[in-house]
């Protein structure tokens, strides 16, 4: 009786800690081993309700961006009303647990609420509008969040100013009395530009920053870009990426590698991962943290991705068939989170 019941319960414990080894025995942490912030973008139900996940991002990150649920949409559904009961969930759990909470975003022409969309006034309203927005929300989270994206995606690809419902009621100065009526809320919070293909076009970059001196030159408060840093592993090629993000901090800005991922599936295609995949995910991942790690320190604001784990979400186009984190759909750690981790500590060792 006594060595039946061993061998069932040996084989038991082993095969246990086996398939739950990526998440039992994780003894490293991102932000442990870097001098700078490492964030996740934060899905609120997952934190709310799935253990795992929970343990995981505070393992892992110090810094937290909520994906959704602080746009407009949420935050402010209808005219006079607002709608903080998630955000404030995540900014007291923030403030608990010691993490960094930064704010995502206050003006963008996606994820707007029907009465947003639908505004009828002059461009004095629509200021007037957009002012109550960003104060209140501000406001709201004096304390509790010290950073934010303020304007998001404002311009396209090729250096044009993007058509948007603000654009066309306020005319491009929405841009500048986002960031103004920004700092009047908070004038200790961090402010940023946040938007994608800054390290892939040179275009929109070069507009951007210019753009920004512009403004900065006329006193207007600017403090950072975010560069969301949606990649491929083929592109854009890392010295096109570290170059943008050197061009950035030598307009004394500082760089925030805001949503970082990593796409797998080329063109879209209906891929199946392969182990090829998941080593070229890793080398661009270790390459993008080593790059980063050059910036000055007062330069970097930190690096944060988009997501803890794979498939990839409903904003990729191919929405279960890719592979952009740093975990996999089991909460395992990916090659790419180990990519992630030796850019760190090997730095750590020269
Ligand atoms: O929560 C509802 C659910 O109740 C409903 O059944 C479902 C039906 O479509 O929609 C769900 O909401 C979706 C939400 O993601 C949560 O999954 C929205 O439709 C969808 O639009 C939303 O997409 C988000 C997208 O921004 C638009 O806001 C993505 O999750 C989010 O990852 C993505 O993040 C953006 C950054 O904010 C800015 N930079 C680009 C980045 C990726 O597109």
């Excluded at 957009?130 to 989270?141: D, M």
């Excluded at 949503?259 to 182990?275: A, D």
């Amino acid at each position: 009786m006594k060595n039946c019941f061993f061998c069932i319960l040996f084989p038991l414990i082993f095969s246990f800690h086996e398939n739950d080894k990526g998440i039992d025995n994780m003894d490293q942490a991102l932000y442990k081993n870097a001098d700078f912030s490492v964030g996740v973008a934060i899905k609120i139900k997952r934190l709310k309700n799935d253990a795992i996940y929970k343990r995981l991002v505070l393992e892992q990150f110090n810094s937290f961006t909520a994906e959704n649920i602080m746009k407009p949409s949420y935050l402010h559904p209808e005219k006079d009303v607002f709608y903080f009961e998630d955000a404030d969930y995540l900014a007291e759990f923030c403030k608990k647990n010691n993490k960094r909470l930064h704010g995502h975003t206050l003006v963008w022409h996606k994820s707007l609420p029907p009465w947003i969309e639908n505004f009828k006034g002059n461009k004095a309203a629509w200021e007037a509008m957009l002012k109550e927005h960003i104060k209140t929300i501000i406001i709201h989270y004096k304390g509790y969040i010290n950073s934010w994206d303020v304007v998001n995606e404002a311009f396209n690809d090729d250096g044009s100013l993007r058509k948007n419902i603000w654009l066309k009621n306020i005319g491009e100065s929405y841009i500048e009395k986002s960031f103004i009526y920004a700092n009047e809320a908070d004038s200790s919070a961090k402010l940023f530009y946040n938007d994608f293909n800054l390290e892939a076009s040179r275009t929109k970059l070069n507009t951007v920053l210019q753009f920004v001196a512009e403004l900065k030159s006329r006193g207007i408060k600017i403090d950072g870009i975010g560069m969301q840093m949606h990649v491929k592993h083929y592109y854009p090629d890392i010295n096109a990426i570290n170059q943008a993000a050197f061009k950035v901090q030598e307009n004394g800005l500082l760089v925030h590698y805001s949503e970082l991922s990593v796409s797998l599936n080329k063109k879209n295609k209906n891929l199946t991962l392969t182990n090829e995949m998941l080593t070229l995910q890793k080398k661009k991942i270790k390459e993008i943290v080593e790059g980063y790690m050059k910036l000055k320190k007062d330069a970097q604001f930190g690096i944060t991705v988009w997501g803890l784990s794979d498939p990839a979400v409903a904003w990729q186009r191919d929405k279960n068939n890719d592979w952009p984190f740093l975990f996999d759909q089991n909460y395992n750690p990916k090659p790419a989170y180990y990519g992630f981790l030796e850019a760190l500590t090997e730095n750590q060792k020269n």
